[in-house]
């Protein structure tokens, strides 16, 4: 089983629809989540981080952590073109505290 | 604040030769991470520095190496390059080391070995 696992798509969602982004994990103890957007040819930008269960909000966007079912996934409301990128999971390696990433979600909003 | 910068931005080797790459992180980062991003093997971490130390190492060979200097700028070099080492060459700075920080890229260094 990988460490980190994301569907990689692509994931094509109307603009103004709800873009919905999936990652799970196999540490069970793990802490610290955090979602990544890239652009193409472009560097992973931070824009999300979550450390608690439940939903955790900023702006248009909305992680979800459940560490019971070693689960997280990130909310994008009112999509927007600009939105179009792939999407990274990275979770910390316990053991020697790595950021590890997912393959990433390439998400397409179709105006 | 600034963000974290890279040079050289690109970069254009051939085989068998060497290379340094520079990255200074944010300010009041004393966490500096590298890491290597393929389009086959994705996002792949190499090492991490704070504060001068080297905290963990990801699984590359020894032609990898790093080091950080005193006021938390960072380099890394590749010996004996191969044509496999070519890639996007990231680098990230965090305020905090270890699982909790969040960490901040830089635009890369886009290696390419021929």
């Known amino acids: 089983q990988k460490e980190v696992e994301q569907n990689s798509g692509p994931l094509s969602v109307p603009e103004g629809a709800i873009a919905s982004l999936n990652c799970t994990y196999s540490d069970r103890g793990s802490q610290s989540f955090f979602w990544y957007r890239q652009y193409s040819g472009k560097s992973p930008e931070l824009i999300m981080s979550i450390y608690s269960n439940g939903d955790k909000e900023d702006g248009r966007f909305t992680a979800q952590l459940n560490k019971a079912s070693q689960y997280v996934s990130l909310l994008i409301r009112d999509s927007q073109p600009s939105d179009s990128a792939t999407y990274l999971c990275?979770?910390?390696?316990?053991?020697?505290?790595?950021?590890?990433f997912g393959t990433g979600t390439r998400l397409t909003i179709i105006p | 604040k600034a963000g974290v910068t890279q040079t050289p931005r690109y970069l254009i080797k051939t085989r068998g030769q060497q290379v340094t790459l520079s990255c200074s992180p944010i300010?009041?980062?004393?966490?500096v991470s590298w890491y290597q991003q393929t389009p086959g093997q994705g996002l792949q971490f190499l090492f991490e520095y704070f504060s001068e130390t080297q905290r963990n190492k990801g699984n590359f060979p020894g032609r990898f190496s790093g080091r950080q200097f005193s006021n938390s700028r960072s380099e890394m070099n590749v010996s004996t390059l191969e044509l496999g080492d070519s890639a996007l060459y990231l680098c990230?700075?965090?305020?905090?080391?270890?699982?909790?920080?969040?960490?901040?890229f830089g635009p890369g260094t886009r290696l390419t070995v021929t």
């Open positions: 990275a979770v910390p390696n316990r053991r020697n505290e790595k950021l590890t």
């Open positions: 300010s009041g980062h004393r966490s």
């Open positions: 990230a700075s965090s305020g905090l080391a270890g699982e909790f920080g969040e960490q901040y």
